[in-house]
């Protein structure tokens, strides 16, 4: 399953949400103010190459 990261606009909490593209589309609350004003976070990710046998 992806992990979406968002921000708080009202305290700058980063945090994570982890569900389907679905999850990702809800209003989703700051878990550390309760603020609903928050934002999706442009997050990196990484990749590994494919392991040889």
């Known amino acids: 399953m992806p992990i979406y990261e968002f921000k708080c606009s009202k305290c700058g909490d980063l945090f ?3 569900g389907s593209y679905a999850e ?3 209003e989703h609350a700051c878990p550390k103010c309760g603020s609903t004003d928050v934002k999706q976070a442009i997050s990196l990710f ?3 190459p494919p392991k040889s046998f």
Request: hydrophobic share 45%; glycine share 0%; proline share 0%.
């Open 16 to 18: 994570e949400v982890m």
């Open 46 to 48: 990484s990749a590994a």
């Open 24 to 26: 990702r589309q809800k």
